[in-house]
């Protein structure tokens, strides 16, 4: 059987293998997966420390909002880290790094996994915004939304972050829709083996996550999570963003 652990922002750990029995020597049999809005590096002085003592609990990280080399950082305060991208890889030096710029001159998705496995590009898509938007000009990166996709072991794994548009408290809205309609769609040829994972900026009754709910299983509701949110985060009447789906060849262990 295929196994994995998902853990969360929240802390929340996952156990999960496939529906049906099948040997592949040549495949490692168990999958651990981490993901991490690390807004910007704000917390980087404590959280790569941590990353440290967790490095090897785990197969794939998977982060979003981080920093690579940024020019640009007039938006942000002195906590603000230009350069975690290149401390992340210093800490996880074991692995193999992925990462797509989100908005240009800034910050980016970046999904690194463990360099024994196998693992393959798949890409990646821009479902609205475009890789040279300014940084300040937020009525258009607000909109944008991309996801990394890789092939790991017998899994596609798309990394997400989904669009802000602060505005909206995280309900529905046209692109978020359209976002949901796209991620269905480029999986569809491998749905049953598909993780999806990331900041998703949705509250949990949208249409949005209920379009995704038709193809996959949302780990968050089945698990009856109450807020995927750290006791870092400074608004807690936005409880959830983050969220992972599985595909029907999935099932949690524990």
């Avoid at 156990?15 to 999958?31: A, D, G, H, R, Y």
């Avoid at 908005?103 to 970046?110: D, H, L, N, Q, T």
């Amino acid at each position: 059987r295929w196994y994995f652990q998902v853990q969360l922002s929240s802390s929340i750990s996952f156990w999960f293998s496939s529906k049906k029995s099948v040997k592949i020597p040549s495949m490692k049999n168990s999958l651990r997966i981490f993901s991490l809005n690390t807004e910007y590096g704000k917390y980087s002085s404590t959280f790569l420390p941590y990353l440290e003592t967790i490095r090897n609990s785990f197969d794939v990280f998977c982060f979003q909002e981080v920093p690579n080399n940024a020019k640009d950082t007039t938006c942000f305060e002195d906590w603000y880290d230009a350069h975690l991208y290149g401390k992340l890889i210093e800490v996880l030096q074991d692995f193999t790094p992925y990462y797509s710029e989100f908005v240009a001159e800034s910050f980016g998705i970046v999904t690194f996994v463990r360099t024994s496995l196998k693992h393959k590009y798949r890409g990646e898509k821009y479902l609205f915004g475009f890789r040279d938007t300014p940084f300040l000009d937020k009525n258009r990166w607000n909109n944008a939304t991309k996801f990394l996709a890789l092939k790991v072991e017998w899994f596609l794994i798309l990394n997400l972050h989904g669009a802000w548009q602060p505005k909206s408290k995280k309900q529905d809205t046209p692109q978020r829709l359209i976002q949901s309609k796209i991620l269905r769609n480029f999986t569809k040829w491998k749905e049953s083996k598909t993780i999806l994972i990331g900041d998703f900026n949705l509250n949990p009754n949208t249409k949005s996550i209920k379009i995704l709910e038709k193809k996959y299983k949302n780990l968050i509701k089945e698990y009856k999570i109450c807020s995927t949110r750290t006791a870092l985060y400074d608004d807690m009447t936005l409880p959830y963003a983050d969220y992972a789906f599985v595909g029907d060849r999935i099932h949690t262990n524990d």
